[in-house]
């Protein structure tokens, strides 16, 4: 088992429409998540942290369940913008402090 | 002014070759990496340095030599390249260590070519 397992994806989804990725780490001792996002031919960049009670910033909403090893992320309200690949990204505390990056969900957002 | 800078973006080069990619940051981090991302996407680390010391040391051919002359730099040189080498490398740096889930500021990538 791959350790952060991510929606193959692509999806293609209209404006406006909500869409949700999923994530999945093998590794129980997993301390602290991420979101990034990279576009086409670009640096990734962090797009939010993910927080134990779920946190929200505008439209996008992460969520993380420990019991499940399962993290996601909504998107409300999709623009054209949104187009880019999501990488789940899990971090191990204790350890080298290595961030394990997923293969990541693209995203492509139409008109 | 960009926060995480490095040179060359493109590389074209034949095998067996020694190339090298120089990495700068001016965020004033302690911590620094580099990554590669192969043709199917992964993003994986290849070497931590935090304040110039080695701290990650991944399973990589010792044929990559990573070097930090200071903490602002961290520069990659990859000697007698091979076809599997092609990949985008992106540095990166970040003010925590990911240790303690510190943000990565990464780099544009240096996109490498091994005819």
């Known amino acids: 088992r791959k350790e952060v397992e991510q929606d193959p994806g692509p999806f293609n989804v209209p404006e406006g429409a909500t869409v949700a990725f999923n994530c999945t780490y093998s590794?129980?001792?997993?301390?602290?998540f991420f979101w990034y996002r990279q576009d086409c031919r670009k640096e990734p960049k962090l797009l939010m942290s993910?927080?134990?009670s779920g946190n929200e910033d505008g439209r996008f909403t992460a969520q993380l369940n420990r019991a499940s090893q399962y993290i996601s992320l909504l998107i409300r309200d999709s623009k054209l913008s949104d187009s880019a690949t999501y990488l789940c990204?899990?971090?191990?505390?204790?350890?080298?402090?290595?961030?394990?990056f997923g293969k990541g969900t693209k995203l492509s957002v139409k008109p | 002014d960009t926060a995480v800078s490095q040179t060359p973006k493109y590389l074209v080069t034949q095998m067996g070759n020694d190339k090298s990619i120089k990495c700068e940051q001016n965020?004033?981090?302690?911590?620094m990496y580099w990554y590669k991302q192969d043709s199917k996407k992964f993003l994986k680390i290849m070497f931590s340095?935090?304040?110039?010391?080695?701290?990650i040391n991944e399973t990589v051919p010792n044929r990559f030599s990573p070097k930090s002359p200071d903490k602002a730099h961290l520069n990659l040189h990859i000697n007698s390249l091979e076809l599997g080498d092609s990949a985008v490398y992106f540095c990166?740096?970040?003010?925590?260590?990911?240790?303690?889930?510190?943000?990565?500021?990464f780099g544009e990538g240096s996109r490498l070519t091994v005819l």
């Open positions: 990166a740096s970040s003010l925590l260590g990911t240790r303690l889930g510190g943000e990565l500021f």
């Open positions: 590794n129980s001792a997993s301390q602290s």
């Open positions: 993910v927080y134990s």
């Open positions: 990204v899990v971090n191990l505390w204790g350890s080298q402090g290595n961030l394990i």
């Open positions: 965020l004033g981090h302690d911590t």
């Open positions: 340095y935090n304040n110039k010391e080695l701290i």
